[in-house]
């Protein structure tokens, strides 16, 4: 029988002396949608990226093994010949985008594999309907979930039959990550293999016919995922009560914020107070992510006011001091992460050696003090991230996305960490999520935003 992805015998390791992948054997076939879980770090990322050739194409190290997909040896063979039987969808959409209209990014893969231009244009149609996605939309200036759909879309226009995804769900709201998998289900029905990296169990088991686990370096394997029920589903529960009459931190009143004139936040009020837990939910592209930036003064008002209390200076432009006081998480932890180590990059603005040794532990990176932060998984860099910006002791934390990556037992870990230190230190919180995992647990109080306004 020939499998769509086959690995016989593969050994890799980053440093020719720690093994990530130990004589490990795996195997999808066509017509099934098989799900790959793990703790945080244990080589999803590196799996999938030996399958489609970035190691060791892109990223070094010692691989040993062979690699057949649809049937053919593809070992030694580099990622433009590979990508001619399989699509990746990376964790990153960024790393993935190059052009700036939609419609382009689509096309962009289809010139690459030499299809002819009237089949270009029925392939990137049929791709943007399956995704929802207009032609005319600017890359730039979509959300970090709508850049994922783009990047799937520009996947299927290929039309590669075998098709691997990491975390491709990590940005989308619940409605479209069910409209993705259901995509993806209806794809293996006509004989494609999908492969997704994905820590969200209880969205993905519905549609798995099976479930591989990775766990040092080796895979178990399981037919019937519906015996991995009780791993799905899990939830970390609300710890607290609303706070009431706590000092206001930072204050907007009818703030809009427009690019070119189209109006991304319309008329939004709220208030951050003291050691107040606040959550924006809504779909992608709502404008989240926007209010995010724009309550930690990255981005400056269209019009509408803005107040705060969190340092003495109110001058418009955001100064060193505000930065020392407020804390910020990107989408994509790779833009924070600069230092040569892993404890280099925590210390580097900790108010003490103390408290970056401290963060280290509290967000489970002991023993990856000496790694290089951008070596890490992606899981593993967030958590850095959110270690770093605690390190500051700082009054307001903002964080967007900070869950991707995770696994139930680190994301537990992240959230209790956070919990100690706003007991310790009455900072506020402010988070993008759509993580259902968690919501609960980050929310005094949610905010449900749809097409640029605060709803309810």
Known sequence: MMHAIELQNITFSYDGKTDILHNLDFTVDFGEFAVLQGV?????????????????????????????????????????????????VLQNADDQIVHDRVDDEVAFGCENIGMEPDEIEKHVQAALEQTHLKAEMHTRKLSGGQKQRLITASIFAMGQKTVILDEPLANLDRESAVMLLRTLKAMTEEGYAVLLV?????????????????????????????????????????????????????????????????????????????????????????????LLRLLARLIEPTAGGYTQHVIRSQRIHAMPEWFRKTGYVYQNPSYQLFMP???????????????????????????????????????????????????????????????????FEHLRMMLEG???????????????????????????????????????
């Not at 080589?43 to 690699?67: D, M, R």
């Open 341 to 407: 180590t892993v404890y280099q990059e925590v210390a580097r603005c900790a108010v003490s050696p103390e408290r970056a040794k401290r963060m280290i532990e509290m967000f489970g990176l002991a023993g990856l003090e000496d790694r290089h932060p951008q070596s890490l998984s992606e899981g593993q860099k967030r958590r850095t991230d959110v270690a770093c910006v605690c390190a500051t002791d700082p009054k307001v934390l903002f964080l967007d996305e900070p869950t991707v990556g995770q696994d």
């Open 40 to 88: 945080s770090g244990t080589g999803k990322t590196t799996l999938l990226s030996v399958i489609n050739g970035v190691i060791p194409g892109t990223v070094p190290g010692k691989l040993t093994g062979q690699i057949f997909l649809s049937g053919q040896d593809m070992t030694g063979e580099g990622i433009a010949r590979r990508a001619r039987f399989i699509g990746s």
């Open 198 to 290: 994905e820590h969200r169990l209880d969205l993905v088991l519905p549609f798995a016919d099976v479930v591989h686990t990775l766990d040092q370096g080796k895979i178990t394997s399981e037919k019937e995922p519906t015996r991995l029920g009780l791993k799905s589903g899990r939830t970390i529960p609300y710890d607290g009560q609303p706070l009431t009459g706590k000092e206001k931190l930072i204050s907007v009143s009818e703030v809009y914020y427009a690019i070119h004139h189209i109006d991304v936040l319309r008329s939004v009020t709220m208030d951050i107070r003291e050691g107040e837990r606040t959550t924006l939910l809504g779909p992608n592209g709502c404008g989240k992510t926007t």
């Open 418 to 456: 956070i919990r100690v230190l706003q007991k310790e230190s009455g900072c506020a919180l402010v988070t993008v999520t759509h993580d259902e995992r968690c919501k609960d647990a980050l929310s005094d109080r949610k905010l449900i935003m749809k097409q640029g306004r605060i709803i309810r």
